[in-house]
T-cell receptor, first 111, second 116 residues
Framework: KQEVTQIPAALSVPEGENLVLNCSFTDSAIYNLQWFRQDPGKGLTSLLLIQSSQREQTSGRLNASLDKSSGRSTLYIAASQPGDSATYLCAVRGSARQLTFGSGTQLTVLP | KAGVTQTPRYLIKTRGQQVTLSCSPISGHRSVSWYQQTPGQGLQFLFEYFSETQRNKGNFPGRFSGRQFSNSRSEMNVSTLELGDSALYLC???????????????FGDGTRLSIL
């Protein structure tokens, strides 16, 4: 059974810092890995999707990497802003086709 | 392009009742997936519908069911409600292509279900 772990559970940083969020998964037989953000009381917003054949994806200040063999992914946020404050979730789509989510990292960027 | 719409946004029910939640996907999307989100268990997959057929199912009891209509709109039904069913229920839509060429799922803002 696929398990997804995110570390740390919570992170507080001053504005302008670069930061890294971590995601690990137990079964490397995945189709893809996705990063989402969730604002309080809202649904999820897709940030980046990395197919299993890819090593990384970039969108603006966000960069996500995938090391399928070691079961790890990182989300790098450059020059953090208060508007980046949210819960960040990673999810993997495995052989069962369904998305398995981590429990998230709650990020607070202090002005 | 309108996003994924879930109705109602909030529901309060009592134990033993049943409830139906609705999800309207983004135009052109044929896949609709449902998730339950709770503080204790996080986000858990309920089921996925594609072209009116259930394509995948998570590990939930039979009290949880769903269906999809020809216009891709989907409903989720929970019967004999229990206190533990209190959660945020999220719906997501996508084109439903093969996972090797997956496209991101687009989520609605959810229905907050409270069981008294």
């Amino acid at each position: 059974k696929q398990e997804v772990t995110q570390i740390p559970a919570a992170l507080s940083v001053p504005e302008g810092e670069n930061l890294v969020l971590n995601c690990s998964f137990t079964d490397s037989a995945i189709y893809n890995l996705q990063w989402f953000r969730q604002d309080p009381g809202k649904g999820l917003t897709s940030l980046l999707l990395i197919q299993s054949s890819q090593r990384e994806q970039t969108s603006g200040r966000l960069n996500a990497s995938l090391d399928k063999s070691s079961g790890r992914s990182t989300l790098y946020i450059a020059a953090s802003q208060p508007g980046d404050s949210a819960t960040y979730l990673c999810a993997v789509r495995g052989s069962a086709r369904q998305l398995t989510f981590g429990s998230g990292t709650q990020l607070t960027v202090l002005p | 392009k309108a996003g994924v719409t879930q109705t109602p946004r909030y529901l309060i029910k009592t134990r033993g009742q049943q409830v139906t939640l609705s999800c309207s996907p983004i135009s052109g999307h044929r896949s609709v997936s449902w998730y339950q989100q709770t503080p204790g268990q996080g986000l858990q997959f309920l089921f996925e519908y594609f072209s009116e057929t259930q394509r995948n199912k998570g590990n939930f009891p039979g009290r949880f069911s769903g269906r999809q209509f020809s216009n891709s709109r989907s409903e989720m039904n929970v019967s004999t409600l229990e206190l533990g069913d209190s959660a945020l229920y999220l719906c997501a839509s996508s084109y439903g292509t093969a996972p090797e060429v997956d496209q991101p799922q687009h989520f609605g803002d959810g229905t907050r279900l409270s069981i008294l």
